[in-house]
């Protein structure tokens, strides 16, 4: 039950957010949601399952909602919040206004901090190795003999840190510092830790005290899911002590899919292991020959196996008919028995081989610790070390998959192999899951503290039941559900109109008759946005009207022909001197674009955003419903339109004086059976469908 000093310092921060904020509207909606979060989280609905699924529309005021649901709950019961995110900009949002302001009207104190994966920091001993004038580090740390102006920077990074003027947060230097680099200095789990001296005082570590101390920790997806794969409470808090806020949490079941998937290459992955077979002597005199021979030995067993296995995998592969995108999936994900077979040696033989590697580093490590090696001795060679360990943890996971059997419950694994860009004689090889619902309830529903996932677009055809497969969740295991509208006038505001169109976009003459509809339509609009469903059609009609757009005075703005950001800022000002200015976007523009007031009235889809299945892993998945008896389309592609097309014609209306309307060029949303489930979703607009 939530306690009186909860609900004590919830309705005071409410009252004390009216207060702040000059133009506050009062939202019944979002009131109801801050009510539902609390309560969910004291376990008022299920002590058990502390889990609400909210889709709450633009406008209501979502991010605010959230953290004053959850944090007052979260300081009066000892647990820490992590609020994840999909987008750099919502990040921004919360800490540099969202958070600001809400400690400024909450009753007791609380501190938040942004979260960052180890990767986005240095380590201060491969800094200083790569800037060793001698040159030693500099051999280890780069895989070829670095440039004049790669090693200035490197002193300049170096310099900085010094002097304290960097604090080995990538993001925070002033210019970009180049892949090649950043990859030579970057902190990694093995050598960079606090349980080495030297280490201690590094970036990361550093930056770990401050999401130790930290109430609040903003991160993002990809962040959780690599906390949460390590075990949790890791980087972030453990589950047990936390309270998840997971906001654009459609892009939740994509980041979680991507984190369980693995590749490595054939050739490439023998090539290297040559050199670990080269280098590892060195490491094991290093830990001393007496403690580590037999790790040693163990180790090249594992890479001598490994190296002609690999090789000759890919001789056996490359009898496998390519498709022109250079990818042959095994169906059903099935190997043939022979690589099967080939398979489990190559995992057992990775293993072996990933934990010889990780003792011998260990003993090196022991003995620096001890003293019984000098620094200057062992961070080269626990850099080097480093370096292959994280590659034999990645070919172990590979070859653990593609040995993995496919099981009578669930779906199987989507395995496929692909043509190396960088090497035409190589292959590589992929296994992904087609579903990861049971793996985010192992990790993070059976374990939190509590969660709230949340979004503008949880909802396909107004069910929750594609949003729950996707991530794991039943619609009557306990956890709550809550769909909350905008409160923004769509009736009175926006009109979406459904012009008669001479055919559908299936049709080869689509693409033909486009440019003088759009133009229609185009016509004495001041701001306009066209969405296209491929970068090729935008093209197209972009060269088709640009002659027209420039004699009626229209500033044509086309994705890829500029920065996002310098498009947008273009657009703008456009807008704010009252010339006719038209965005052209494809897919990536249907979200997470904010153009409110003048700055879009007019929107236009030239498409309903259906998805081909073309990645291998869609294909899987499409083949695996198929087996079942399902229909691919209707499960999937339907769905996934639905939720694209909610969050196309969200670009429309930001704030509750916004008007327009959307036109939506494709008539299948009244020709086709599906076409009225697809409607019947998207906010309640005045509509306007045309007939010849």
């Not at 790569?130 to 740390?141: I, K, P, S």
């Not at 459609?250 to 290459?265: C, G, Q």
């Not at 010889?356 to 090696?373: F, M, N, P, T, Y």
């Not at 769905?639 to 959307?662: F, N, T, W």
Request: charged share 25%.
């Amino acid at each position: 039950m939530l306690s009186p000093s909860v609900k004590k310092d919830i309705r005071s921060s409410y009252e004390n957010l009216k207060s702040q904020l000059q133009n506050f509207i009062p939202r019944k909606a979002q009131n109801y949601l801050v009510a539902e979060i609390a309560k969910t989280l004291a376990g008022e609905y299920s002590p058990k399952r502390r889990i609400l699924v909210a889709e709450a529309g633009t406008g209501i005021g979502k991010s605010m909602a959230y953290l004053m649901g959850s944090i007052s709950f979260a300081v009066n019961n000892n647990k820490k919040v992590v609020v994840s995110t999909a987008t750099v900009a919502l990040q921004e949002q919360l800490i540099e206004k969202d958070l600001p302001l809400f400690r400024r009207v909450v009753p007791k104190e609380f501190s938040f901090v942004l979260a960052k994966g180890r990767q986005r920091y240095c380590c201060s001993q491969k800094l200083a190795g790569a800037a060793d004038a001698e040159g030693a580090g500099q051999q280890v740390l780069f895989a070829e003999k670095p440039k004049k102006a790669d090693i200035d920077l490197i002193n300049d990074l170096y310099d900085a840190y010094n002097r304290g003027k960097w604090d080995g947060d990538r993001d925070s230097w002033p210019k970009t510092i180049p892949d090649a680099i950043w990859q030579s200095i970057v902190s990694d789990k093995h050598t960079c830790h606090s349980g080495l001296s030297a280490h201690r005082q590094c970036p990361f570590a550093k930056a770990r005290e401050h999401l130790d101390k930290a109430d609040v920790i903003v991160a993002n997806h990809s962040l959780l899911m690599a906390d949460l794969e390590l075990g949790g409470g890791v980087i972030l808090p453990e589950p047990e002590q936390a309270l998840y806020m997971i906001d654009e949490a459609h892009h939740l079941p994509i980041v979680a899919r991507d984190f369980s998937a693995a590749s490595a290459s054939l050739v490439g992955a023998a090539s290297w292991l040559e050199k670990l077979n080269q280098s590892a002597s060195k490491l094991a005199n290093a830990g001393d020959i007496k403690r580590s021979n037999r790790f040693l030995d163990a180790l090249q067993s594992g890479v001598q196996t490994l190296i002609p296995g690999l090789r000759g995998v890919r001789d056996m592969l490359q009898a496998y008919p390519l498709n022109n995108d250079g990818v042959y999936r095994f169906p059903d994900g099935e190997l043939p028995e022979l690589l099967f077979n080939e398979a489990k040696t190559l995992h057992t033989a990775a293993k072996k081989a990933n934990q010889s590697q990780a003792k011998l580093h260990d003993l090196v490590a022991e003995r620096l610790k001890d003293g019984e090696i000098s620094t200057r001795i062992a961070d080269p060679i626990l850099a080097e070390s480093a370096f292959f360990l994280q590659r034999l943890e990645n070919l172990e996971k590979v070859w653990a998959l593609m040995a993995q059997p496919n099981s009578d419950k669930g779906a199987p694994l989507a395995r496929w192999i692909q043509r190396c860009p960088e090497r035409e004689s190589d292959l590589i090889v992929h296994v992904s899951p087609l579903e990861i619902g049971w793996r985010l309830d192992q990790l993070l529903w059976s374990r939190a503290a509590g969660v709230c996932l949340l979004s503008a677009t949880l909802r396909a055809l107004n069910s929750f039941s594609y949003f729950c497969r996707q991530v794991g969740l039943e619609e009557n295991d306990g956890t709550q559900f809550l769909a909350l509208p905008s409160p923004f006038n769509y009736q009175e505001n926006a009109r979406l109109v459904i012009p008669a169109m001479p055919c559908e976009p299936q049709d080869p003459k689509f693409t033909q008759i486009l440019p003088e509809v759009l133009l229609e339509y185009l016509e004495g609009e001041k701001a306009s946005l066209v969405l296209f469903s491929s970068y090729w059609q935008m093209n197209q009609i972009a060269e088709s009207i640009r002659a027209t757009a420039k004699k009626n005075g229209w500033h044509l703005h086309i994705q890829g022909e500029s920065s996002r950001t310098r498009l947008l800022d273009a657009h703008r000002k456009c807008c704010e001197k009252g010339q006719p200015s038209i965005l052209f976007g494809t897919g990536s523009f249907s979200e997470g674009l904010d153009l409110p007031g003048d700055q879009l009235t007019n929107l236009v889809i030239t498409k309903i955003p259906f998805g081909v299945p073309t990645s291998p892993v869609e294909e899987a998945h499409a083949e695996y419903i198929e087996r079942r008896g399902g229909n691919p389309f209707l499960q999937i592609a339907v769905p996934e339109a639905s939720k694209k097309l909610i969050q196309s014609v969200g670009r429309l209306l930001r704030k509750e004086q916004d008007s327009g309307r959307v036109v939506l060029l494709d008539r299948r949303i009244i020709t086709k059976r599906y076409g009225k489930s697809l409607l019947d979703s998207l906010p309640p607009f005045h509509r306007v469908i045309e007939y010849t």
